[in-house]
């Protein structure tokens, strides 16, 4: 049986889960209707009348275009704030990657729930008491750097605060400090590869790290990716922290069993999975695929009733994993906000880099989409960096192979432009694989 750091949550049953979500609910919406001005202005009456799960679907969603109306009409923490601002003892802001940088509060319970749910997180994708991590992600304002922190030493680990930038001193903190793992963007490790052979000589096994803990970007669900990482590498990749700022910092991970993500923190965050076209609520069963929406049931600073989270998710399994958890899994397969359309053909980038993953001419999906004004669009571009030692003067056959792999699974015509290997910036932030032109 695998390691657990709370077995009596990790291992609960559907109805043990359902009762203890029931109660929670019932108290943090009497908390909620009596203190949040926003939602007490948008539900009117309804603040009045008890509330559990089977009747949240009466509740219009939240969106992220709602809480930043709510943050401009009461800065700095919205009218969606429910505690006094002295019981506040945490301020983050979002990075903006999709507009406008939120500010997030948090109270102290609101910490030690983050950091409790998250170790869990961190435990099941393989964090043990004798590892040393270097945390690499940025520790400025935004949530995965000093919350992650917290939360690998809540499971246990012994943590490095090294942050972004600098990364051949990374290098050399990694070989001088006994480093056994590292948490960073999954896009990292190429910086960190070219320091290796072309500033100190060795190779990416030769730093011995045993573990890597990816977050902050999509990329670990293609398992060409992840094999390439790991075989480089020789640690095993884990997309250890799949999560939204304003929702909890780690919402799922992977476990050592499966390459699917636990959905940890169903005791504080209730989820549903609503149809993209028709917005109705569908069952978390196998198969079944739609748009993320969360509701608190513990967050005391800006708790969130019925949050619309933009990211499209598929349920992969219901039943306990062979890790021992009874959670449900699943995987990330678009965001709503990232999805375009190509002649009435909906595309989500995590498909484009799925579809190139395959192929050996690329380099280890190194690729940025073009979208060029608002849409929809004549076809799909993509600007996509070559192998390391293909020659330009396979560059056109290739580009036809990658067009035509594009058409065959996508439904869609695509215009492919093939870069020299090294072309596209690597960066130690999150990476955006859509450039948006006029």
Known sequence: MAAHLHPELETLGEAGLRRLQEGRLRTQWERVAATSAHYRQRLGARCNAPLTLAGLAEIPCTTKDDLRASLERRPPFGEHVAVAEQDIVRVHRTSGLTGQGMTLAQTRADTERTAETGARAMVAAGVRRDDRIVHCLNYQLWTGGLTDHLILEAAGAAVVPFGVGNTRGLVDAIRDLGVTGISCTPSYPALIERVLRHEVGIEPRDLGLRIALFGGEAGLDDTTFRRRLEETWGFAARNANYGLSEVLSILGSQCEQTGDLHFHPGEVVYAEILDVATRQPQPIAEGTT?????????????????????????????????????????????????????????????????????????????????????????????????????????????????????????????????????????????????EREP
């Open 290 to 434: 739609g748009e993320l929406v969360c509701t608190h049931l513990c967050k005391e600073a800006q708790p969130l009733l019925r949050y619309a989270t933009r990211d499209v998710v598929t349920v992969t399994g219901t039943g306990p994993c062979a890790c021992g958890r009874s959670a449900w899994r699943f995987r990330v397969t678009g965001r709503t906000d990232d999805m375009f359309n190509v002649r009435g053909v909906n595309v989500f980038p995590t498909a484009v880099r799925r579809v190139f993953s395959d192929h050996p001419q690329l380099a280890g999906g190194q690729l940025r989409i073009v979208l060029r004004g608002a849409g929809p669009y004549d076809r799909i571009e993509v600007r996509a960096e070559a192998a390391d030692g293909l020659a330009e003067t396979a560059f056109p056959a290739a580009t036809e192979t990658l067009e035509r792999s594009l058409k065959r699974a996508l439904g869609a015509s695509a215009r492919v432009q093939l870069l020299p290997f090294g072309a596209l910036p690597r960066t130690a932030h999150k990476t955006s694989w859509i």
